[in-house]
C-alpha cells in the first residue's frame, strides 16, 4: 500500500491554470496506475483522470477532456495533474488515489489508496 500526500491547490480565476501534484511514499509505486477525483460540496466523489502504470495510457471524464492532463514521473514517485481553462464548476476537493491493478480504471473502487486532498477553488 502507497501513502498519498496532494499539494498545489489554491484559489483561481476562472480561465486560469493550476497544477496539483501527488506524492507517494513506497517502492512500488511505478506498479500502480493513478487517478484523479473530486468531490463538491453536496456532491459524490466522482472520476477526473487516470493514468496507467507505465504512463501510456491516460483517460478522462468528458468535463476535463481537453483541459486536463494527467502525467507522472515515477522517479520522483509523484503524478500531476495540468488543469487549463479552469471553470466555476471544477472547483472541489480534488484527491489522488493509487490502483494496484496498473490499469487507467474510472472506477471509484478500484483505488485502494486515498490522499487527503487538496482544495481548488476557481472563481467567476
Known amino acids: 500500500q502507497v501513502q498519498l500526500v496532494e499539494s498545489g491547490g489554491g484559489l483561481v480565476q476562472a480561465g486560469g491554470s493550476l497544477r496539483v501534484s501527488c506524492a507517494a511514499s513506497?517502492?512500488?509505486?511505478?506498479?500502480?496506475?493513478m487517478g484523479w477525483f473530486r468531490q463538491a460540496p453536496g456532491k459524490e466523489r466522482e472520476f477526473v483522470a487516470a493514468i496507467s502504470a507505465s504512463g501510456i495510457s491516460t483517460s478522462y471524464s468528458d468535463s476535463v477532456k481537453g483541459r486536463f492532463t494527467i502525467s507522472r514521473d515515477n522517479t520522483k514517485n509523484t503524478v500531476y495533474l495540468q488543469m487549463n481553462g479552469l471553470k466555476p464548476e471544477d472547483t472541489a476537493l480534488y484527491y489522488c488515489?493509487?490502483?494496484?491493478?496498473?490499469?487507467?480504471?474510472?472506477?471509484?473502487?478500484?483505488?485502494?489508496?486515498w490522499g487527503q486532498g487538496t482544495q481548488v477553488t476557481v472563481s467567476s
Open positions: 488515489a493509487a490502483n494496484p491493478t496498473a490499469y487507467d480504471s474510472r472506477r471509484l473502487g478500484d483505488y485502494r489508496s
Open positions: 513506497g517502492r512500488t509505486f511505478s506498479t500502480y496506475a
